[in-house]
């Protein structure tokens, strides 16, 4: 059982800056790769970025490519989303996640973003 608990959210105007953290339990966390998601008002969940268990590889959403950076720090079992030039569209809870074989098995309790215009 993993246990995930995102921070960092809050309120900002267009074109900020926000860095999101999401700190989890376990010992393995080193051993997982790991997602950042977001869902907006009225939409389904997206995907937003996701790293590599060695922080090695990554990928992004076209919509944020650019702007946001996944990262992670092994030691502090801690997944980080920097989340720069902000825009309204980016209004949502953002959740991280583990990924274990084809799909995201754990899920944290979210965090909100608000941009204002």
């Known amino acids: 059982q993993v246990q995930l608990v995102e921070s960092g959210g809050g309120l900002v105007q267009a074109g900020g800056s926000l860095r999101l953290s999401c700190a989890a339990s376990?010992?393995?966390?080193?051993?997982?790769?790991m997602g950042w998601f977001r869902q907006a008002p009225g939409k389904e969940r997206e995907f937003v970025a996701s790293?590599?268990?060695?922080?090695?590889?990554?990928n992004y959403a076209d919509s944020v490519k650019g702007r946001f950076t996944i990262s992670r720090d092994n030691v502090k079992n801690t997944v980080y989303l920097q989340m720069n030039s902000l825009e309204p569209e980016d209004t949502a809870v953002y959740y991280c996640a583990v990924r274990q074989g084809a799909s995201y098995a754990y899920w944290g309790q979210g965090t909100q973003v608000t941009v204002s215009s």
């Open positions: 790293i590599t268990w060695n922080g090695r590889f990554t």
């Open positions: 376990g010992r393995t966390f080193s051993s997982y790769n």
